[in-house]
T-cell receptor
Framework: GAVVSQHPSWVICKSGTSVKIECRSL??????MFWYRQFPKQSLMLMAT?????????EQGVEKDKFLINHASLTLSTLTVTSAHPEDSSFYIC?????????????FGPGTRLTVL | AQSVSQHNHHVILSEAASLELGCNYS??????LFWYVQYPGQHLQLLLK??????LVKGIKGFEAEFIKSKFSFNLRKPSVQWSDTAEYFC?????????????FGKGTKLSVKP
């Protein structure tokens, strides 16, 4: 149990286009999902916390108008990178926390490799 | 500031050697502690976690970690590594629930095990 999927697993797009990444909890409900960005040979940096039915909470330095997050259901959160530029190329990872969990155990998706040309 | 420090960037061991990866954290308040592993080409998987109780925590695949509150440490250990343990290991800390529930990751330690 506790499987998180992401789609697509990789995407290549032209500069200026928008890209949507989906994160799904397949066998549990997740009130809270998290979006991370991982740079090569570095750790995961939290971008935003996505709560079902409410606005996402963005970390300092993350542009909310550029990285649009929607958490429309208890099993789906989406991250849209708007007007993507080459510097947005990265590995984006989502995680999900079970609804009602007492402790902060997160289950991670496999990640999405975004390359902006 | 809240942070997690992993002392070693890259560790190279031979099979059957013992492993200890260091992790120290800076966090005010009660913490939850985690070790995640990322095998080549795969996603992050939870190795073990500490929430409360016995500070010596046993995880999957023979790994264990000890929470030493006085040292703000949560080191990962395995008595005898295998080639299949080659991966990147991340230590993470969070507070308890609510706005303190975000995970803060260390920079990771790459483990290479020579057959």
């Amino acid at each position: 149990g506790a499987v998180v999927s992401q789609h697509p697993s990789w995407v290549i797009c032209k500069s200026g286009t928008s890209v949507k990444i989906e994160c799904r909890s397949l066998d549990f409900q997740a009130t809270t999902m998290f979006w991370y960005r991982q740079f090569p040979k570095q750790s995961l940096m939290l971008m935003a916390t996505s709560n079902e039915g409410s606005k996402a909470t963005y970390e300092q330095g993350v542009e909310k108008d550029k990285f649009l997050i929607n958490h429309a259901s208890l099993t789906l959160s989406t991250l849209t990178v708007t007007s993507a530029h080459p510097e947005d190329s990265s590995f984006y990872i989502c995680s999900a926390r079970r609804s009602g969990a007492l402790y902060n155990e997160q289950f991670f998706g496999p990640g999405t490799r975004l390359t902006v040309l | 500031a809240q942070s997690v420090s992993q002392h070693n960037h890259h560790v190279i061991l031979s099979e059957a050697a013992s492993l200890e990866l260091g992790c120290n954290y800076s966090y005010g308040g009660t913490v939850n502690l985690f070790w995640y592993v990322q095998y080549p080409g795969q996603h992050l998987q939870l190795l073990l976690k500490y929430f409360s109780g016995d500070p010596l925590v046993k995880g999957i695949k023979g790994f264990e970690a000890e929470f030493i509150k006085s040292k703000f440490s949560f080191n990962l250990r395995k008595p005898s590594v295998q080639w299949s343990d080659t991966a990147e290991y991340f230590c993470a800390v969070s507070g308890r629930g609510g706005s303190q529930g975000n995970l803060i990751f260390g920079k990771g330690t790459k483990l290479s095990v020579k057959p």
